[in-house]
């Protein structure tokens, strides 16, 4: 079992920044691929960044490249989601996920365990 808990959410104005945490317990935590999911208002839970366990290879969506980077620290269980140049359209509840799967993932259906989430609401 590995438990996961976000934080780091909150209200930020278009072109700001946030970044998002996530805590992983559990004894084979840190060789999990970790991926980040988000869903707006209204919207399906889509897939936003995803990262290998030794952190050497990532994937992004289209949406967010180049302003998002997602990171880990295995020594302190944490994935991190660095969030820039964020736009209205960014606001949603953001989940951290944890795959069974060898390589950064964007599939949904791929992830095992999911966090409660964190709102990011980013205002106009």
């Known amino acids: 079992q590995v438990q996961l808990v976000e934080s780091g959410g909150g209200l930020v104005q278009a072109g700001g920044s946030l970044r998002l945490s996530c805590a992983a317990s559990?004894?084979?935590?840190?060789?999990?691929?970790m991926g980040w999911f988000r869903q707006g208002p209204g919207k399906e839970r889509e897939f936003v960044a995803a990262i290998s366990w030794s952190g050497g290879s990532t994937n992004y969506a289209d949406s967010v490249r180049g302003r998002f980077t997602i990171s880990r620290d295995n020594a302190k269980n944490t994935v991190y989601l660095q969030m820039n140049s964020l736009k209205p359209e960014d606001t949603a509840v953001y989940y951290c996920?944890?795959?069974?799967?060898?390589?950064?993932?964007?599939?949904?259906?791929?992830?095992?365990?999911w966090g409660q989430g964190a709102q990011v609401t980013v205002s106009s």
């Open positions: 996920a944890a795959s069974y799967r060898l390589i950064p993932t964007g599939w949904r259906t791929d992830y095992n365990y």
């Open positions: 559990g004894r084979t935590a840190s060789s999990h691929v």
